[in-house]
């Protein structure tokens, strides 16, 4: 099982994907998941309780058989993909940028959603703006990879109130959004607000480092800001266990804002292998 | 500043511990690129001006911790510290009231300037009450008194005479080489004893030490009537003829009268070596001696090294011999010679500073300040938590 620094290390987006998605399906004998689809699969006899309006009535006018014809299930989901570009996403614990863990979690997540057909959109946040890098088109996926290469985090976030008609639409949407969600002061009440929609769903991956959930720094630091690039200087071993408090409220903080029908919040450990994270992601999604 | 144990200023190199501690401390943090920053309690950080300015405060107080602990250690003896400490002078006295008059007026000016003025010697009374001449004194014992005498002073000042009986020995240890104030006025107690001889006329000492006749002398002392009586012991003949030479040729020049009696009566007996029958009343001369002079009444008339039988006879010292133990024996020693003043100062030697026992004077003022140091050091390190 490759690491994730190894896996980072590769620096290919498409490759890690592929690697991540291998280690995700190992062991699985995918069964074709026969339902309704656009491309034909196999015919099968009918069988009472199938659904009428699906036996195949031109065969039957050529053979006098019942029979319904079969494609493989394809998924018409429509995933919206969101970066967070600030620049604590250029947090390194470990060797391993946040930025980089993020960026291989999205190309596994675009990668599986492009084996699925699914509908792909990349979103960043930069500099406060959410902005729109890729429509879903088919072929989104590569040009998901091509930005996510591209993708250079920096800046502060002060995040602009993310206007009502950007969650609007009466598709059915999943929405993966990957950040640290470090942002003491955003408002994230509103933001939950606007998905109460049954057909959507908001997932919030946030990705911490070793060092932020469990603070065991020792001997004297200087703490610069990723963001304003103020610098503090403390002796960890003396703020450990007041850091630990105070972050650690802050998570249950975020826990209890973002308790929403349709919103989850998936807490990552950078040390967490991506593949068990994606699969942690796939697991929880409830739409189909 | 002087210091009890200069080698122990080594220990200053302990100064170097702090300071290597502190830049060990104070070696910059790491530099973390930090995201969770608002989590951090700006507050009780200090910003790293002010970490620093504490820190050095630290530092320099530990340094100093350090410092007054060394010094303290070495035994600091400044001698400009307190107020207390004045110039140490004592005026020593010959105890003669004849020196004293002399320096009567330097002496009043010491006392009222609140110097110590005091007379050589033990058990003295104190300058100025009492008459001196009723208190014995020693010469014998002069080291000893001179070893009372505190070892922090200043500057010593002697006043005495150049008589060269004064001080005996060659040598007197000090705590300081004395300023030796001489008084040039000073007569000898009491003047020369005198032998008045039968003829009228007397025997007497000159200034010099010669042995002189003159006409008249009020005050002799000792008249020898009669003849001086002497007898053989044990001796050669021609050692004897020697000797009876001697004799008349003393009597001839200064009119003693010699003559040769019993054995038993005689005032002087000659003889070769000391035999038994030796009688406290008599002076004896023995011819042939181990060297050394074995009593007042028994003197050596050759030396078994320098000076032989034979060599005393031939070069003629026989007479000048026996009678410097005729004169001796009568009282009438060598007057009381002067000596330079260059002489005398060359008799008192300062004791080397190191073998004299100090004190620091410093020390209580260093104990404070230490735990003062220390009070504030614990203070400061409490505060910046260090």
Redesign the interface.
Known sequence: MTSNLEIIKLNDLRLAARLISQQLRQGIHSGIRVGVGSEFEQYRHYQPGDDLKRIDWKYFSRSGKYMIKESTTESNLNIRLMLDLS??????DNGVS?LDYAKNLIASLAYLGFLQGDALSYFTLFEGKIEQKVAPTPKSFQRILLFLEQAKAADSWPLQPISESFFQGKERELVIWVS?F?Q?ESEWENLIKSFNHPRKELMLIQIL?EQ?LDFN?E??????????G??????AR??QT??RE??QA?LDHLDQTFQAPNVQLIRVSMKEPLAGVVRQILNRKKLA | MEWIQPTLLWGLLGLTIPVLIHLW?G????????????????K?????RS?KLENWLLLLIRILLIATLVFLLAGLIWKGFGSSREYKVVHLIWPDEQVEAEFRFELEQATQKGQEVRWIGTGLPEYGTEQVSAVDFSQEELQDYLDELNTDLDSIYLYTSLQSSFFPKETYWLPQNPVIRVAENYLPNGSNPAVSLESGEFLELDQNGILVKTATNGNASKTISGQISYAFGIISEERKASIQRALSAISEVYSFRFNEGNLNTAELLFSDSLTSNFDGNKLVFLSENQGYKISKKVLALSHLVNLNWEETVEKGLLPELILEGILANLGMEKPDLKITKTQLEKKFLAIPSSKLSKTANLNEVLLVLLVILFAVERFLAYRA?L
């Not at chain 2, 070696?27 to 700006?42: E, N």
């Not at chain 2, 009780?44 to 790293?48: D, H, L, P």
């Open positions: 620049g604590s996403m250029n947090y390194i946040r640290d470090l003491k480092g932020e720094l001997g004297n630091f200087v703490f610069r800001d990723l963001e304003s103020q610098e503090v200087v403390q002796d003396a703020m007041q850091f105070r972050f802050y | 401390n070696k910059k943090g790491k530099v973390i690129a930090w995201a969770a920053f608002p989590w951090l309690d700006p009780e950080s200090q910003s790293s970490i938590n």
